[in-house]
């Protein structure tokens, strides 16, 4: 029998429910961003993302972020963590759009001090880039063989391409090492967030009754 231990969890749900609401609700961080970038880079656009400021102060989206709070909790709770003491915050919550000029992308990254990070899909055309995930057990690398099929998910993997659409929710643990693909001239727009597990003792609340 062969046991699959140190597995790394990723929660993708299908959220179009709130696709249209959301969308309005991010064009003027967009638009704001958009502004602000071509100030800076002076109309150089090709390979840029237009990186809003932060979107948790935005009332309209205060449902958002409450559902994927919530699910961000369960998700830390299903996969084995005690969160009795604890309360699930944002550390950020941002909306991104590629230029349509082709491009753009991300390098590899994680965020630190967070528990939770995470991706919500609103605009994913055909060329556009992609959220690829490395392997975050980095001893493997010492001992890495070939793999007999690179398009086949297995334990062996060094990374995972996801192709995306719009609607959807992907929840991942934070140490996760993500990156997004060069795309081709298509539009591209995500909402990014992070989150963190604190525990009470340290914010002033109790749970005790």
């Known amino acids: 029998m062969i046991h699959n231990y ?13 696709l249209e609401d959301i969308n309005k609700f991010c064009k003027p961080h967009i638009k704001e961003a958009k502004i602000r970038l071509k100030e800076e880079t002076k109309d150089k656009t090709f ?34 963590h005690d969160l009795t003491n604890y309360t699930v915050f944002f550390t950020d919550s941002w909306v991104q759009e590629f230029n349509e000029k082709g491009g753009g992308h991300h390098s590899g990254h994680v965020h630190s001090n967070n528990h939770i990070s995470g991706f919500y ?5 055909e060329g556009a880039s992609q959220p690829t995930f490395y392997d975050p057990r980095q001893a493997r690398v ?13 334990c062996i993997n060094e990374k995972i391409h996801y192709k995306p659409a719009a609607g959807q929710l992907i929840i991942f643990p934070a140490y996760l090492t993500h990156e997004f693909s060069v795309q081709n001239k298509a539009k591209f727009k995500f909402i990014h967030f992070n989150a963190v ?9 109790n749970n005790e009754k």
């Open 142 to 154: 010492m001992m890495h063989l070939p793999e007999k099929d690179k398009s086949q998910i297995s």
């Open 6 to 18: 140190f597995s790394t969890p990723v929660l993708s749900l299908d959220k179009q429910e709130w």
């Open 121 to 125: 899909f609103l605009e994913v055309e």
């Open 197 to 205: 597990a604190i525990d009470n003792s340290f914010i002033g609340l």
């Open 47 to 80: 390979g840029l993302s237009y990186h809003s400021n932060t979107l948790l102060g935005d009332t309209n989206l205060k449902f958002f972020h409450d559902e994927v709070g919530q699910m961000s909790y369960d998700f830390l709770e299903n996969i084995g």
